[in-house]
């Protein structure tokens, strides 16, 4: 039995930040307020929907988008190859830009708006992890994402001390969510203290939106924070979060 037979397929259709059109299939299951969750590299693998799997149990909506890889290939050489392949030919993401935002930020925030206009509240959440983890970022600039969760975000790929400092956003998309934040709107940020993949985003974070960044470390080796190298208080404060802002 496939670990995604239980979700309903679908496809949204959006405009990206670079006003071109793009469609990618999506993943959907539950019941309750809306979240989304991204896949990190190399895509919607048996742990990522596993993660979905607790947030829906915990009472959400979940959308999963495939943006890349083979849903339910398990981590490994060849699938973050092929998936690092994909990445590298698409536009639709930054790999090592500085200050700006990847377009596929667009259609996320997008499929983001139907989702809030379909079931109401306050907002949806946004979840991303590694290569992803920075767009739930990039989503917060749109006023339907009312929950930001950052996962180890690893883009852009942390070559220097710049990269490793850039928060994957443009200045324009920036200033929003520093008055997103400034207005009430909280990010919650996981990481592994001594992930060098995520360079010092957390510290940026910190500087540029003060208290409205909840910072979340854990000691020890790792990367994955809810995936491969899942920490339990990790995935515990992903959903008091998404509690906390999307019940209303």
Known sequence: MSLLDSWTRGAHTGETL????????TYRKGSGPGVIVIHEIPGLTPEVIGFGEEVVAAGFTVVMPHLF???????????VTGALRQVCVSKEFTKLAKRETSPVAGWLRSLARDLHAELGGPGVGALGMCFTGGFALAMMVDDAVAAPVLCQPSAPFPVGKARAADLNLSPADLSVVKSRAAGGCQVLGLQYASDVATGTRFDTLTREIGGAFIRVEFEGKGHSTVTAHRQQEGVDRVLAFFRDKLAG
Request: hydrophobic share 15%.
């Open 69 to 79: 890889g083979t849903p339910e290939k398990s981590l490994g050489v060849g699938s």
């Open 18 to 25: 670079r006003g071109t059109t793009a469609t990618h299939p």
